[in-house]
């Protein structure tokens, strides 16, 4: 893994080095000046962790001589091996029901559909993207006897490992779509729903890929936006079309945020069926990670965590 990053870098600063080369000295001087207003300082990019030790680090992190997040070192929480072979039958799961995805899985050209509008992406290592929150036709969840809806609030990516792995294995991105239960009565405690969708490699790659990779080089290009920035405008996005798999067969289960502070509040719904994505695409995420945090790293994966106690369930099998 350390031996792959190191190689990453070294073909990336292999590029630069070679752009530099080719331009005039004071054309050079321009791009060193270009460049070093555009990398922030610091190489950490997130909220006082990194992604050094894969997160191997985050129980142990200490703020005032106390433990800064001990939600990290709990016995439920993610991202986990799924193992296909081992998942239960949802008959077997006490407390929650399937996810009825409603309005994220209605095409966004019918009536409920749910378009996400006034979407906006963070040029930043997770490329979070926020939007609208849509207020009808939300997916439902059935918890502990009573029906709750789940506002999608914000989706981001996880790259060049995916935070999951299936039968062991990862992919090479994974998105997550945060929802959060309608008006709970506390935000820092409200049950939390997260959709992973993974994507493998191909020829053939992403529609809503392309579209965002094209959207933010042009901006980049036309000096409109710069890594780094946050809130930058993209198109409406329609979850069925654009983000949901061709199959819904996912992996149910309780477990936790996968940043810190490593919240237990989630519950879990990954598809293991995967999108496609091409090596091309990929680039996005090393331009926007390195171009907004020299240093950063460019693979934002949680290491695998304890199953322990819990089963894993499949749904739509
Ligand atoms: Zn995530």
Excluded at 96 to 124: R, Y
Excluded at 130 to 158: C, M, R, W, Y
Excluded at 267 to 294: I, N, S, Y
Aim: proline letters at 4%; aromatic letters at 8%; glycine letters at 10%.
């Amino acid at each position: 893994m350390a031996s792959r990053r190191v190689c990453l870098l070294g073909a990336l600063f292999a590029v630069l080095s070679v752009a530099i080369e080719g331009h005039s000295a004071s054309s050079e001087a321009s791009v060193a000046s270009k460049a070093r207003r555009q990398l922030k300082e610091e190489p950490n990019p997130n909220d006082g962790y990194d992604y050094m030790q894969h997160g191997f680090d985050w129980p142990g992190l200490q703020e005032g001589g106390t433990t800064k997040y001990p939600a990290c070192s709990g016995s439920n929480q993610s991202p986990i091996d799924i193992n296909t072979n081992q998942l239960m039958e949802p008959s077997s799961r006490s407390g929650t029901s399937a996810v009825s995805l409603n309005g994220l899985n209605v095409d966004g050209a019918q009536a409920d559909g749910i378009t996400l509008t006034n979407a906006k992406v963070d040029l930043e290592q997770g490329m979070k993207v926020t939007f609208d929150q849509p207020a009808a036709n939300l997916p439902t969840i059935e918890i502990g006897g009573t029906t709750k809806s789940f506002v999608p609030i914000q989706f981001h990516f996880h790259h060049f490992l995916s935070e999951h792995t299936i039968n062991g294995i990862h992919y090479p991105l994974e998105l997550h779509i945060v929802m959060q239960e309608q008006d709970p009565a506390d935000v820092a405690t409200a049950q939390l729903a997260v959709i992973g969708i993974m994507y493998k490699y191909s020829e053939n790659g992403d529609a809503f890929l392309n579209s965002l990779q094209t959207q933010i080089e042009g901006k980049i290009g036309d000096g409109t936006a710069s890594y780094g920035d946050t809130g930058v405008s993209i198109d409406n996005i329609n979850v069925k079309t654009q983000l949901l798999p061709s199959s819904l067969k996912y992996a149910g289960y309780d477990g936790s945020l996968t940043t810190p502070g490593c919240d237990e509040r989630v519950k879990w719904h990954v598809f293991t069926t995967p999108r496609e994505v091409t090596r091309e695409q990929m680039k996005l995420f090393v331009d926007v990670t390195m171009g907004a945090h020299a240093g950063a790293d460019v693979v934002n994966n949680r290491m695998i965590q304890d199953l322990g106690d819990r089963e894993v369930y499949k749904y739509n099998y």
